[in-house]
């Protein structure tokens, strides 16, 4: 299978990946450029994990306010240096989190963030719920475990189903535009008004 | 003193005050529609205070981005009916606090919410200075007073200079705008986010 260099280029200027990388990419793919697009954001997300650990001090504080200015969000997300921090790219995915939290009111970054109490008090609800239909206490353990997911979902931004495509989550989100832009990319914080609520 | 109806007209439509209310004004200001502003400005701002205690629910959620995108602020401020919720000018108010947030740092809207333990702490390291400057006791705790002031006007929003004009303090605009549209305003809340920051 032969690459051209015009096939290498073209990959490169779409993914920002090294030319060996698209290279490579492209020959495990048989020449078809789209999975060679998902070879390389395979790889890039891989490394994005890894990345974790450095520092991200850099990015962008940005506000969505909903159209009659009764619910607003401020959020936070940081990247590694200034350079990505101005990229219009990671403006758009700060954009589209704070959106995310106006219209979907998450609670909660993470689930490490949420209060060990809330867990054990939505667990024990739905314990309770369970033992009244009757399941047997061996099948409501594994029952909870799905439940208790659920309930991560709707309350950590990070795990709710993304507003705009329901088949990816907010993180894919952010670790799709860690891997394109090679730097740690972390959602620090976001805060939401609702008028008149708490 | 003949005070014209076109007189009248004019000051009910820059203040929004009642008609007998303006031509009262008017006289007690000899004609002159400045001072007759002053006048319906001052006990609006005594009907404001007045009105305190009515329910405040409506309002607007609004954010600052300082340009750069590493300042951010989001506000709320309330006020007792929709139709003063949607005014131009109560946005214009909102945006000018969330603005003052933004270049000013409160820390917190008014004095009532700093925490007893760092104003005790403030007036622990003042009275020390004080000490240290050889001033005896009796003076001290007078000189105290205006320094602990002086502490709740850098960190209480509602105390700080306005950043456009610094004759005034924040909280007066919001009672002259509550005084103009004749309704409870309160500065409920706000969050700061700097880049990187706490």
């Known amino acids: 299978m032969q690459i051209t260099a015009d096939q290498v280029k073209q990959l490169r200027d779409k993914t920002g990946a090294g030319m060996m990388e698209c290279k490579k990419a492209l020959a495990e793919a048989g020449g078809d450029s789209d999975k ?6 395979k790889a890039g997300a891989a490394k994005a994990e890894k990345r974790g650990e450095r520092s991200a001090s850099e990015g962008r504080v940005d506000a969505y306010i909903h159209p009659g200015n009764r619910v607003g969000v401020l959020v936070e997300v940081n990247c590694e240096t200034d350079f990505v921090g101005r990229n219009e790219e990671f403006a758009v995915l700060v954009r589209e989190i704070a959106m995310q939290v106006a219209a979907a009111g998450a609670e909660y970054v993470r689930r490490e963030e949420v209060p060990a109490e809330r867990v054990a008090k939505e667990r024990e609800i739905f314990a309770a719920q ?17 439940k208790v997911d659920k309930f991560y979902s709707e309350v950590c931004l990070l795990e709710q189903p993304y507003i705009k495509d329901d088949k990816k989550k907010v993180s894919d989100l ?25």
């Open 36 to 41: 060679a697009v998902d070879i390389l954001r």
């Open 130 to 146: 369970l033992a009244n239909e009757g399941k047997p206490a061996n099948i409501i353990d594994k029952i909870l475990v799905g």
């Open 174 to 198: 952010v670790t799709e535009f860690a891997a394109k832009s090679g730097e740690n990319v972390v959602v620090r914080r976001f805060t939401r008004y609702r008028l008149g609520a708490e």
